[in-house]
């Protein structure tokens, strides 16, 4: 087969569920730390026609070590890392210290996934990040968080319904200009209607990065890109969320295909010298 028709192999980041987490009853599996992906996410992902590949959360402190597990060896291998999302990114992860004990996050996921970041930057590969997969970029580059959006920012619409879930919508603004703005020419109205799952936010945008989407309604940061030299973008929403052809659901489609094309054309020059 002709490497460029291969499908490309997208990493996922892992979900971390650990042993002794409130609500559930510590029996078989549950009594074992478990890396899991969530279906949706690998689903969207193979409509675009991609395959998904989880990679497992490994860092020093890890039972598996980094002489047995190596992170560059995934960037090596993979087409390109999205940023599934999860449990609130830990605020010592940006210099502060919780406000509040439920808001205190995941540090553990955190230092897998900023080095998992790190390792397919180093490779010239694209990292798409959903939800906290935002947030933990932004992190990453140098920015902050608000903990809890409706603590430090009163007056602020609810991102986040636990009684509807995927189903609280709101209505998200693309900066015109930006590279999002322009897989979407031609839309009319500038605001889409998308999904909201959050309680934490950008506070400060990294440096680099730019704003491409906000939330009208109270200017809440809904999509940000680097400006570096690789393809680094991220959404609040939840794009595998969205129903494809539903009516009033934003389509994603575009920004899936984008970056998928971003890893397409990493792969090209080295299919092309074999």
């Not at 939800?131 to 968080?145: A, D, E, I, K, Y």
């Not at 500038?190 to 400060?204: E, L, P, T």
Request: net charge negative.
């Amino acid at each position: 087969m002709d490497p460029g028709n291969k499908p490309l192999l997208i990493g996922i980041s892992a979900r971390i569920f650990y042993p002794g987490t409130p609500g559930v009853e510590p029996t078989g599996v549950w009594t074992k730390t478990v890396h899991y992906l969530e279906q949706s996410v690998a689903l969207w992902l193979v409509r675009g026609g991609a395959l998904p590949v989880m990679v497992p959360g490994v860092d020093e402190q890890s039972e598996l070590t980094r002489r047995e597990l190596r992170l560059s060896h995934y960037a090596a291998a993979l087409d390109g890392l999205v940023l599934q999302g999860g449990n609130d990114v830990a605020p010592e992860s940006y210099g502060e210290t919780a406000l509040d004990p439920a808001w205190r996050g995941d540090a553990v996921r955190d230092r897998y996934e900023r080095d998992l970041v790190a390792a397919f930057v180093a490779a010239g590969k694209p990292v798409f990040g959903i939800c906290r997969g935002l947030q933990l970029l932004n992190v990453h580059f140098g920015g902050t968080l608000y903990q809890d959006i409706a603590t430090q920012r009163p007056g602020a619409r609810a991102h986040r319904d636990y009684n509807r879930y995927e189903r609280n919508y709101h209505d998200v603004a693309f900066v015109a200009g930006s590279r999002l703005d322009a897989l979407y020419p031609g839309d009319g109205p500038i605001r889409h209607r998308i999904n909201s799952i959050h309680h934490q936010a950008i506070k400060d945008v990294a440096p680099g990065f730019v704003v491409e989407a906000t939330s009208p309604e109270d200017g809440l940061i809904e999509a940000v890109r680097w400006q570096g030299p690789s393809y680094v973008a991220a959404v609040q929403w939840h794009p595998e969320f969205h129903d494809v052809g539903a009516a009033g659901d934003f389509d994603d489609g575009r920004l899936l295909h984008d970056f998928l094309a971003a890893a397409r054309a990493v792969r090209a020059p080295a299919a092309t010298t074999r």
